[in-house]
């Protein structure tokens, strides 16, 4: 197992296109920007480099019609960033097909669990 893969259950990824797709830590990142109305908070929270957070935001922002992400210049006080109307529903839908995907495999996931070894000792 990888070490970062702390969570049980499915990660989904989309892969809209060649080249694009959206997973738990884009929509992570733009939850973040959502709650914190910043990349750079956003990025710290995840224990990602504001470069790497920044470098995500471009590229979903030039994926789709329009930008998900809206930034502000202007440093502490006046900067900051938000999500846009495309960048709610983007993180709408992505997490309405996380929902969908649990639903649909919960009775698995449970077949599944039952079978696994007994790692406590």
Same mark, same amino acid.
């Given at each position: 197992?990888?070490?970062?893969?702390?969570?049980?259950?499915?990660?989904?990824?989309?892969?809209?296109?060649?080249?694009?797709?959206?997973?738990?830590?884009?929509?992570?990142?733009?939850?973040?920007?959502?709650?914190? %109305?910043?990349?750079?908070?956003? $990025?710290? @929270?995840?224990?990602?480099?504001?470069? /790497?957070?920044? +470098?995500?935001?471009?590229? =979903?922002?030039?994926?789709?019609?329009?930008?998900?992400?809206?930034?502000?210049? %202007?440093?502490?006080?006046?900067? $900051?960033? @938000?999500?846009?109307?495309?960048?709610? /529903?983007?993180? +709408?839908?992505?997490?309405? =097909?996380?929902?969908?995907?649990?639903?649909?495999?919960?009775?698995?996931?449970?077949?599944?669990?039952?079978?696994?070894?007994?790692?406590?000792?």
């Amino acid at each position: 197992m990888k070490p970062n893969n702390k969570t049980t259950g499915i990660r989904l990824r989309i892969v809209l296109q060649p080249d694009i797709a959206i997973g738990p830590g884009k929509a992570d990142l733009l939850e973040g920007i959502k709650k914190t %109305g910043s990349i750079a908070a956003a $990025g710290r @929270q995840m224990h990602m480099s504001y470069k /790497r957070a920044w +470098t995500l935001v471009e590229s =979903m922002n030039g994926c789709f019609k329009s930008p998900l992400v809206q930034t502000n210049r %202007g440093g502490h006080k006046r900067g $900051g960033a @938000q999500l846009t109307q495309t960048g709610e /529903r983007v993180l +709408t839908i992505y997490r309405g =097909m996380e929902l969908a995907s649990k639903k649909a495999i919960a009775k698995d996931m449970r077949s599944l669990r039952r079978l696994l070894a007994d790692m406590s000792q």
